[in-house]
């Protein structure tokens, strides 16, 4: 379901990008969306589902069908309630938002006014995506995970609607991809309920603020919203400072970013998501050997996936994001220069996806406050080195680089750190044979990376070919490099039980 909701969100920003290229517009409706974006990840998918699990997962394991049907009811409310108000004053104060956000839009006085009209419009869908991260995280718990997976191809079929067939009709034509956002939120909450509703927990919202199971929940969100959703403040810090860079360096760094998504999204955000629950319920029985376990398994996972990902995606850089979104508006040179920070990007997803495993192992436990300090440590990092690097690569007329750099380096170091602090308290002890498992992948991807560069060639032909050749091509060297892979992991001795054996949920 998650691939199938990554191919169409491919679909989605091929159609963006033909309709709005990277100009103007385009930068200001992805502001708008980002926004909103972020504050969805912090208030649903990631530190509420953060926190919400755990205390649901032992709910269900130690308390009776009633008490876990209350607590659902009054999580409901207590967000609904929050998460409403938000909504409200972001509408309200739509203006001062994007003169925080993206400062460097004051000089352009047609992208600051579309930005606060489309921020008012898509703003609400926070509310509704709340909610259906909400329901979704109770699907989760119950293992239901096919449902949470599949909503995001609602959005992405409804953003694909209105700016396909809706546009023409706005006398902004991005304007009616906001709207598209809006919907979205709506008809994924809605397909949802019933799956929830099958369960016997369909909330009846109630406020209950003082409810102990929910003041739980809200002791535990409150560390989590740093210390789940670092990557999208740091996205959040690089869009105000892109709003000063040339128009089209928010749709670059965006393009770049939707790439990276693809491999974290199917993968790591998939495995995160599977494996929280079964660690809470190992908490909550005390089992720390399986937790442990569990947590290897899943680390050996994300690495062999994410690896060759990392090393194909830095390689084929130029040939995908030609292939996927050069065409209508979307030129050339917008296609050179999201190619140089996908290429920057692109390791960083190894060090995204080791968070997404290893960030669980202190949620599962309730320990949210550890993950809020190595937040701090990354955001100050990212920071601290953008404000180092932005200002010569401006100089060459790449300053997007310099972002991209700085949000794939700290992704290793919130990894590393997350790592550090789990070995050091006993929580997680590696299994046998790492160096060795290692050294494997990485012969492995450096035969995957020279069959891929082979096909690579130069970048100039790939933008003269027409989309059928250049999809074909594509997918045969991506095939090729798959293949090659696969073929020196048996050559060097690994083999799929060797991944998937251990401590894989059953």
């Not at 460097?104 to 703003?123: C, E, P, S, W, Y």
Request: with cysteine; glycine share 8%; proline share 5%.
């Amino acid at each position: 379901m998650t691939l199938l909701s990554r191919i169409l969100g491919f679909v989605r920003d091929m159609v963006l990008a033909q309709q709005f290229g990277a100009t103007y517009a385009a930068d200001a409706f992805l502001v708008a969306f980002r926004i909103p974006n972020l504050l969805r990840r912090l208030f649903a998918e990631g530190a509420f589902s953060q926190a919400f699990v755990p205390v649901l997962a032992e709910y269900k394991s130690q308390r009776s069908q009633a008490e876990v049907k209350a607590l659902v009811d009054r999580a409901a409310g207590t967000l609904a309630a929050a998460v409403l108000l938000v909504t409200i004053f972001a509408v309200l104060a739509a203006p001062l938002i994007v003169y925080v956000v993206a400062p460097g839009f004051r000089t352009d006085a047609d992208k600051l006014a579309v930005t606060q009209q489309m921020l008012r419009i898509t703003f609400p869908y926070l509310l509704f995506i709340s909610l259906a991260a909400f329901t979704g995280a109770v699907l989760n718990t119950w293992e239901r995970f096919w449902v949470p997976a599949f909503t995001p191809v609602l959005l992405n079929v409804c953003m694909i609607v209105m700016a396909l067939w809706a546009a023409p009709y706005f006398a902004q034509p991005v304007v009616a991809v906001a709207w598209g956002v809006f919907l979205g939120g709506v008809v994924q909450l809605a397909f949802q309920l019933p799956q929830v509703a099958r369960l016997g927990l369909l909330p009846r919202p109630r406020f209950a603020w003082h409810d102990r199971g929910v003041r739980r929940i809200m002791a535990l969100m409150g560390p989590a919203i740093f210390g789940v959703s670092v990557s999208q403040i740091n996205l959040l810090i690089n869009t105000m400072l892109a709003s000063f860079l040339p128009t089209g360096s928010v749709s670059w760094l965006y393009y770049s970013d939707r790439l990276l998504e693809f491999p974290l999204g199917i993968f790591g955000i998939a495995l995160g998501t599977v494996i929280l629950p079964y660690l809470s319920e190992r908490h909550a029985q005390g089992a720390g050997e399986q937790f442990s376990g569990l947590l290897d398994w899943a680390l050996r996972g994300a690495v062999v996936i994410t690896l060759p990902a990392a090393v194909g995606l830095t390689i084929l850089a130029g040939p995908i994001l030609a292939t996927l979104f050069q065409y209508g508006k979307m030129t050339p040179r917008d296609v050179e220069m999201a190619m140089l920070s996908t290429m920057v990007y692109a390791p960083g997803i190894l060090g995204f996806t080791l968070v997404k495993v290893l960030a669980p192992g202190y949620f599962a436990r309730q320990d949210t406050r550890t993950p809020v300090r190595i937040g701090v440590i990354c955001v100050l990092a990212n920071f601290f080195i953008n404000i180092v690097i932005i200002w010569p690569l401006m100089k060459l007329g790449i300053g997007h680089v310099g972002l991209a750099f700085a949000t794939a380096f700290t992704g290793f170091l919130n990894a590393a750190l997350l790592y550090v602090g789990l070995r050091r308290r006993g929580i997680y002890s590696p299994g046998p044979g790492w160096l060795k498992f290692w050294m494997q992948l990485l012969c492995a991807s450096a035969l995957m990376a020279a069959v891929v560069w082979v096909g690579r060639g130069d970048l100039d032909r790939w933008i003269a070919w027409t989309a059928w050749q250049r999809a074909w091509h594509l997918a045969l060297w991506v095939a090729a490099g798959m293949a090659s892979y696969w073929m020196a992991l048996r050559v060097v001795g690994v083999r799929w039980k060797d991944v998937t054996a251990g401590g894989a949920p059953v």
